[in-house]
């Protein structure tokens, strides 16, 4: 023996096979490389196809729509119109959701879907793109399977950002018709002045518990959003489906409305709903169609001479958020308020005389209400005076009954900690003149306690 290794037969086998494991591996990545170029070839291909090139409806298209094509209003050229088409629908809530149901059975051929926001369970009366298993998903995400599943014949394209001033001009340009299903005013008016400043149509609804209304701005001519509302209205003024409501059906209407409407300017048809307002009161089941005030000439930014043109801080301009999410008001002072911890700890549970107001509607505090019986009086009844007397006879009520000197502390406190702040603010002067001790807000409301003191507390 000798102090040599032989050259093994089994060692030339190894090497032989990682060898060969290391030019497969190669030989997978290169082929996975070229696979990719092709799918990115195969894409703008389709793409600049889809574009310019669209000149026949295929077999499973012609039976798909054939009971629209039937339409003398469509037939197989606006079919093609159709399909060579690209709607951006900014807003995958209740008036999007339909919208964009509508647009994807029409066979309109790219649908773009905006939206910053995930499912919520309180978004399914209405947003019925989304279903229980999408809860937690964004609602581009949710939307896009929804209507893939649909109309495979079509491009989906999701597009999960909010739409800011900085974004604007790049994510719509690449579309024809821009469908406004967004709630808040500071969308609005950056929604409009964006399509203006690239020429585009805007087929704008808003629905609020059972009313509706629809219009197109900046259509051939027609006024665009700032000739008819130049300043944004006082935020006070505003209510989103959040505070006030709305019936799902109602969101159904205009959405289904909206994808009409963008069909028939694809279509180039008349009847656009531009210069006119369509109001639906849903109650009452009626249709009311408004003339509108025609193209301002001084338009800030639809006039031969703009005064605006480039896109602004929409949330400095309307005072109002871009988003509806929980925004923290902060209208009092510290000492003027209290955390649902210290309220829960040291007056709820120590048994410590005090009076609590619950100034939500009677409908929201008809769902849930804080223990300790608080005592329902709506910010509405507040603000009015209407039950102001009513509140200070029940705190010196208190003072006779139990024979104490002072009368006892009034909390307020709403969903979110906005509204008992505008409680407080109103009260407070009244209560100083009365001499009773000062009001003070619940931090966060109902919200903050469900996140703090009891997480089975209902959300809504
Ligand atoms: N600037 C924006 N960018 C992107 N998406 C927006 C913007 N503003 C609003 N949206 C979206 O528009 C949709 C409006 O729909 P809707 O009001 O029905 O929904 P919601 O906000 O979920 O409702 P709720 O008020 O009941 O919570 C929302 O999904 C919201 O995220
Ligand atoms: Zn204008």
């Known amino acids: 023996m000798t102090g040599e290794l032989p050259s093994s037969p089994a060692v030339t086998a190894t090497e032989d096979s990682e060898m060969e494991i290391e030019l497969l591996e190669n030989d997978i990545r290169r082929l996975r490389k070229q696979l990719q170029e092709k799918v990115q070839q195969l894409k703008a291909l389709k793409k600049h196809f889809q574009k310019n090139c669209i000149t026949k409806l295929n077999n499973d298209e012609i039976a798909r729509y054939s009971r629209q094509i039937i339409l003398s209003e469509i037939g197989v050229q606006g079919q093609l119109k159709l399909k060579k088409a690209a709607v951006l629908v900014v807003g995958a809530g209740g008036l999007g959701c339909p919208s964009a149901l509508y647009l994807a059975g029409s066979g309109i051929g ?16 209405r947003q019925l793109l989304h279903t229980e298993a999408t809860v937690g998903l964004t609602k581009v995400a949710s939307a896009q399977a929804a209507l893939e599943q649909l109309n495979s014949q079509i491009e989906i394209v999701s597009h999960h950002t909010q739409l800011t001033s900085e974004n604007a001009l790049n994510l719509l340009a690449p579309y024809d018709v821009v469908v406004d299903a967004t709630d808040n005013v500071a969308t609005r008016y950056l929604l409009n002045d964006a399509c203006v400043m690239l020429g585009k149509p805007l087929v704008s609804g808003s629905a609020l518990q059972l009313e509706g209304q629809l219009t197109v701005y900046n259509h051939r001519g027609g006024p665009c959003y700032r000739c008819l509302y130049p300043t944004p209205p006082p ?7 959040g505070d006030g409501g709305v019936l799902g059906a109602i969101t159904g209407v205009i959405g289904a409305l909206q994808a009409l409407e963008t069909i028939k300017i694809v279509l180039a048809n008349d009847g656009v709903l531009s210069g006119r307002l369509l109001l639906f009161d849903g109650q009452q089941s009626a249709f009311r169609n408004l003339k509108l005030r025609p193209r301002k000439p001084g338009c800030a930014v639809c006039s031969e001479n703009p005064t605006l043109t480039q896109l602004i801080d929409y949330e400095q301009f309307c005072g109002m958020k871009a988003t509806d999410k929980d925004s923290a008001l902060t209208l ?3 000492e003027e308020r209290i955390s649902v911890r210290e309220y829960h700890d040291e007056w709820l549970m120590a048994g410590r005389k005090h009076l609590l107001i619950d100034v939500r509607s009677a409908s929201q505090y008809e769902m849930c209400q804080l223990p300790g019986s608080p005592i329902n009086i709506p910010i509405d009844d507040i603000i009015h005076d209407r039950r102001t007397e009513e509140i200070v006879e029940k705190l010196l009520a208190t003072v006779a009954h139990e024979q104490t000197a002072a009368p006892p502390p009034l909390y307020l406190v709403c969903r979110r900690g906005n509204d008992s702040q505008l409680a407080v603010r109103h009260l407070e002067p009244l209560f100083r003149a009365r001499n009773l001790p000062a009001p003070r807000d619940l931090i966060g409301g109902l919200h903050a306690w469900t996140k703090t003191i009891d997480p089975a507390f209902p959300i809504y």
């Open 110 to 125: 790219r649908i773009g879907i905006l939206d910053y926001d995930e499912v919520e369970l309180t978004n399914l009366h």
């Open 235 to 241: 935020p006070a003024a505003v209510t989103n489906c």
């Open 332 to 334: 009092l002072a510290p």
